[in-house]
């Protein structure tokens, strides 16, 4: 009988503890919508935003042609059995597909996008193409918007590579009529509060200046430390916020770089294992931040692998402090 009650009260602690983190997640999905009514009256730039680096870099092609770094892209029709594999280690910076993240309570999405020479599809890469479409990426994101329709996402399109001023076209009106009315025009940063009145759910950042449009905004700064030691990237952030923070939206970059200089880390070593080991110094940096109009605030934080650990609640906790707006 003893080993029955033991049984039933682990069982008990297990279906509480699988309660809690579904009602977890059920709040970083609604985040915006469950915020204090005085957070949703301040522009978007001021608030505390949780963003994902190189977004869609779960979805890595071994399949596809590597299309950086350079020193590698030119091995690699010679040693694409050894090289694709090692690229594909480096180059996956999330393990959440689009839809956990957003459940996961990201609204930055940094987006980049190659065209391949055999398809007539455009594809989003890191080192190699995704598996997945752009067209499929968004219309899966368009979808959760649909049923979440308070929350606002700031779609980062950059690092454009191997496409034509025709393709550039074809996708920013491809993203035009997916969004419809979602779309918010610039150049104003809204409130959530001025969103949700005119039913704008999208910012859509396009870093390609040929291609202008009232609801193409233009790119969005990002603090990139471009270093592998997360002291320095900490160090990094620091000096950038004491030159004070830009115009409008922008983003402090967490996310760690392969520097090149040491090969044998590379051969034998992952993306993820080197940033969940960082992860606890860069979130003691999060939790010291705060979100405002103050020349030291911060607005859009972007890691890699989000949605593994507190990285995205302890962001959106920071708009609960007294932050002076």
């Not at 596809?64 to 480096?90: G, Y």
């Not at 160090?235 to 090969?263: C, H, I, R, W």
């Not at 934080?301 to 906790?317: C, E, L, P, R, Y």
Request: charged letters at 25%; proline letters at 4%.
């Amino acid at each position: 009988m003893g080993n029955s009650l033991t049984q039933k009260g682990i069982c008990t602690t297990e279906k509480l503890d699988k309660n809690k983190k579904m009602a977890e997640t059920e709040s970083l999905a609604d985040w915006m919508s469950n915020l204090n009514e005085k957070f949703t009256k301040i522009p978007l730039s001021q608030l505390a935003i949780p963003g994902s680096h190189d977004a869609m870099a779960y979805s890595l092609d071994t399949n596809s042609s590597v299309l950086e770094p350079k020193k590698i892209k030119a091995l690699d029709k010679m040693f694409s059995t050894f090289l694709r594999p090692i690229v594909k280690k480096w180059g996956t910076a999330q393990d959440k597909n689009i839809s956990e993240q957003l459940d996961a309570g990201m609204r930055y999405f940094d987006l980049r996008v190659a065209g391949k020479p055999e398809s007539s599809d455009l594809f989003f890469y890191h080192g190699l193409y995704t598996t997945m479409t752009v067209k499929e990426g968004m219309t899966e994101l368009e979808k959760w918007l649909g049923q979440h329709t308070k929350e606002v996402v700031i779609l980062a399109f950059s690092h454009f590579k191997e496409m034509s001023a025709d393709q550039h076209t074809d996708l920013t009106n491809f993203l035009k009529v997916h969004f419809k009315t979602k779309l918010c025009p610039k150049p104003q940063v809204p409130s959530l509060k001025d969103c949700w009145e005119s039913g704008y759910q999208v910012i859509l950042s396009y870093d390609n200046r040929s291609v202008d449009d009232p609801v193409l905004w233009p790119q969005i700064k990002y603090w990139w430390a471009d270093n592998s030691d997360p002291n320095e990237v900490i160090s990094y952030l620091n000096n950038q916020k004491q030159k004070g923070k830009p115009e409008g939206l922008f983003v402090a970059g967490l996310n760690l770089t392969f520097d090149g200089n040491d090969m044998l880390l590379y051969l034998t070593k992952s993306l993820k294992e080197k940033t969940m080991k960082a992860y606890p110094l860069l979130l003691d940096w999060v939790k010291e931040q705060r979100p405002g109009s103050d020349k030291d605030s911060v607005n859009i934080i972007a890691g890699d692998f989000v949605g593994v650990n507190s990285f995205a609640k302890d962001i959106i906790q920071l708009n609960n402090a007294d932050n002076g707006s």
